[in-house]
């Protein structure tokens, strides 16, 4: 999957920080020139990105399916005219419908979506939702596209300053209790999803993956997504 980058990751090339619309551009260009050398071309492109008699000698089988990753609907509807599929980041049920809607709009019918689900789970809720406000608490900063434009993380500390426990557990889905989990993977599966990504952020991992196995996807039987 490819996207239009973050601050954070490129501020240290010391090139300016592009607007969305340039990075989307440029973006474009790179899925270009990738599926290009995919097909066994010897590349020689001029424009936002270079690349001069670029050749790959060891081809795949077949070109890998090239996602767009998207967090907005405007985005995604972009997405939907040019990639092989559309990844995005969890949210509720409804929004999930929204930006999957506007992936088709703008072309994505038929493709498939991927999800990546961030959640926090620990054995006791007070747990959990402690764990999401330490490790997770700047995905409650606000607009998602103000998060791109961060460069480091003082400016991710400065920004989330202030915000609650509870501010997170609007963004986050924080529970205990698998089942809640469960019922939110069933919903994307209801909408079409084909994968998701769970991603528990806080440091129990082999319990999360454990209690997630023997309690979630069991669950899911019947209405999963291809693979969780």
Same mark, same amino acid.
């Given at each position: 999957?490819?996207?239009?980058?973050?601050?954070?990751?490129?501020?240290?090339?010391?090139?300016?920080?592009?607007?969305?619309?340039?990075?989307?551009?440029?973006?474009?260009?790179?899925?270009?020139?990738?599926?290009?050398?995919?097909?066994?071309?010897?590349?020689?492109?001029?424009?936002?990105?270079?690349?001069?008699?670029?050749?790959?000698?060891?081809?795949?089988?077949?070109?890998?399916?090239?996602?767009?990753?998207?967090?907005?609907?405007?985005?995604?509807?972009?997405?939907?005219?040019?990639?092989?599929?559309?990844?995005?980041?969890?949210?509720?049920?409804?929004?999930?419908?929204?930006?999957? %809607?506007?992936?088709?709009?703008?072309?994505?019918?038929?493709?498939?979506?991927?999800?990546?689900?961030?959640?926090?789970?620990?054995?006791?809720?007070?747990?959990?939702?402690?764990?999401?406000?330490?490790?997770?608490?700047?995905? %409650?900063?606000?607009?998602?596209?103000?998060?791109?434009?961060?460069?480091?993380?003082?400016?991710?500390?400065?920004?989330?300053?202030?915000?609650?426990?509870?501010?997170?557990?609007?963004?986050?889905?924080?529970?205990?209790?698998?089942?809640?989990?469960?019922?939110?993977?069933?919903?994307?599966?209801?909408?079409?999803?084909?994968?998701?990504?769970?991603?528990?952020?806080?440091?129990?991992?082999?319990?999360?993956?454990?209690?997630?196995? %023997?309690?979630?996807?069991?669950?899911?039987?019947?209405?999963?997504?291809?693979?969780?």
């Amino acid at each position: 999957a490819i996207g239009t980058g973050e601050a954070l990751n490129e501020h240290i090339t010391g090139n300016p920080w592009p607007s969305k619309p340039e990075r989307q551009r440029r973006l474009l260009e790179c899925a270009q020139v990738m599926r290009a050398l995919w097909r066994g071309e010897t590349v020689t492109h001029r424009g936002m990105v270079t690349v001069v008699e670029a050749r790959l000698y060891s081809l795949p089988d077949a070109p890998p399916p090239l996602f767009g990753a998207a967090v907005s609907e405007r985005t995604a509807e972009w997405v939907g005219g040019w990639a092989d599929g559309l990844i995005t980041t969890g949210r509720p049920r409804e929004e999930m419908a929204k930006m999957i %809607a506007a992936f088709h709009r703008g072309g994505g019918e038929g493709k498939p979506v991927h999800v990546q689900h961030v959640l926090s789970w620990a054995p006791r809720e007070a747990d959990a939702r402690r764990i999401a406000h330490e490790q997770w608490r700047f995905a %409650a900063i606000g607009e998602p596209d103000k998060l791109w434009d961060l460069r480091t993380p003082p400016d991710f500390a400065a920004a989330a300053r202030g915000l609650t426990p509870h501010d997170v557990a609007e963004k986050v889905p924080v529970s205990a209790d698998p089942g809640v989990h469960a019922e939110l993977l069933r919903g994307y599966a209801e909408l079409g999803v084909e994968q998701v990504y769970c991603f528990n952020v806080g440091p129990k991992q082999r319990e999360f993956i454990e209690r997630f196995g %023997a309690e979630v996807l069991p669950a899911l039987a019947g209405v999963r997504p291809a693979s969780v």
